[in-house]
């Protein structure tokens, strides 16, 4: 009777660890690694505003920050009162009702694109607590009941084209990219490089400076970092500039020269190179050898392709193969290795969100609402297209067996 028991129970414990093991909290922009890869299984191919909707929540306030998750609950910011009231709200992910809607910060809006928002950052959590950050700079920790832990404006942040980048975790830190323009003078830091973007690391626990990276001459970005060589390297990109830092100290490890000003596609990394997308002027994709000192735009450069390069979407790697969407919407597959085109697709509709890779299928969600479902692989192959008939230019999480969509008015569970 005791043996029967114990097997039993190992079946149940089996159990149980198998569904925590497809469990996976989508805690930053782009999920766990930063690059749009999740581990997530059994999720749905088709769906509708109405078909395979778990749930679905009309939103407060105003904002373009993509959805993050921690099991059972889900985090986004707004905005207010026409930018001036920023908050962190919280969404029961059961069952979509809003845990609470906090007011964290109060700032004085300013330009930016009208594609952009007062609250475009994506939060990041760890679990204890989610750090946002919004148009003005300022950094914010509230923990899980939605009391603010500590703030932090260090940075006064301008930029014409408001801020688009989002904060990561590493080394028990917030670490943020600043990469704006002067406020006095329109084009300095915009069309004309200078020295004053910085790389800002918070202390999680009470919000203190650690240590702030420069840049040296660089211009307008909207990049998120991305960790590298087992968090050794934190890769951060802006305008004309792709450089590697010691995530512990901040110091500049190395720097590619990359032109182009208001540069939006994060990098990815697989197979010992970073994948990365310029900006305005000269669009290149490059490949790039993490490593060196100093200046190494002549050594390390494994590749560049001047067609197919991302605008606005951040890039997906897909072993052996780069996805990247053009400024005219057209899908390019890139075989990694070498930076040649596999083929393309031009796509219908617009595409702002960063493509996400789950379950052996390739999601990329259009500002229409549709999502394609694509089978990566040497040809194109579209497995359903998916329509909510909303706006859409937030990025979607992957958690829990579900997907989470943003749209202008409303958050989306979509699951079997």
Not at 75 to 102: H, L, M, P, Q, Y
Request: proline fraction near 5%.
């Amino acid at each position: 009777m005791k043996n029967r028991i114990s097997l039993i129970l190992c079946f149940v414990v089996c159990l149980t660890a198998c569904g925590l093991a497809q469990a996976e909290n989508w805690m930053r922009f782009r999920g766990p690694t930063g690059q749009g890869v999740s581990g997530e299984k059994k999720l749905p191919v088709s769906w509708s505003a109405t078909k395979n909707v778990k749930w679905q929540t009309n939103l407060p306030g105003k904002g373009w920050s993509s959805p993050i998750v921690f099991e059972d609950h889900v985090f986004i910011t707004a905005s207010g009162e026409e930018g001036v009231s920023c908050r962190v709200i919280c969404i029961n992910r059961k069952d979509g009702s809003i845990a609470w809607d906090t007011e964290v910060h109060r700032q004085k809006p300013g330009p930016m694109r009208k594609q952009n928002s007062y609250a475009t950052p994506t939060p990041v959590t760890d679990g204890k607590y989610v750090y946002s950050v919004f148009y003005d700079g300022t950094v914010i920790a509230v923990d899980f009941e939605g009391k603010i832990a500590w703030k932090n404006s260090e940075v006064k942040f301008f930029s014409l084209h408001g801020l688009g980048a989002s904060p990561i975790l590493a080394n028990g830190q917030v670490i943020m990219p600043f990469d704006g323009s002067s406020r006095n003078e329109t084009k300095v830091g915009w069309k004309i490089p200078w020295e004053k973007a910085v790389v800002l690391a918070l202390d999680a626990k009470d919000g203190s400076v650690r240590w702030k990276g420069q840049r040296g001459k660089s211009r307008v970005g909207h990049v998120t970092p991305i960790l590298v060589n087992k968090g050794g390297t934190l890769v951060s990109a802006g305008g004309d500039r792709v450089q590697g830092f010691d995530p512990a100290t901040g110091k500049r490890i190395w720097s590619v020269y990359s032109q182009g000003e208001g540069v939006t596609p994060s990098p990815v990394f697989g197979d010992g190179l970073i994948y990365t997308s310029s900006g305005f002027e000269a669009p290149t994709l490059r490949a790039i050898r993490p490593g060196g000192k100093g200046d190494v735009t002549k050594s390390h450069i494994a590749w560049e392709q001047k067609n197919g390069v991302a605008a606005l979407s951040s890039l997906l790697y897909i072993k052996p193969y780069l996805y990247s969407i053009s400024r005219d919407n057209i899908l390019h597959c890139i075989e990694a290795a070498s930076g040649e085109i596999a083929w393309r697709k031009r796509l219908t509709g617009t595409y702002w969100a960063s493509p996400v890779y789950a379950d052996g299928r390739i999601y990329i969600l259009s500002e229409e609402g549709v999502t394609l479902v694509l089978r990566p692989g040497s040809k194109y192959e579209e497995l359903a297209k998916n329509e909510l008939g909303e706006t859409c230019f937030a990025s979607m999480a992957v958690s829990q067996g579900n997907f989470y969509i943003r749209s202008a008015q409303k958050i989306y569970c979509i699951g079997k």
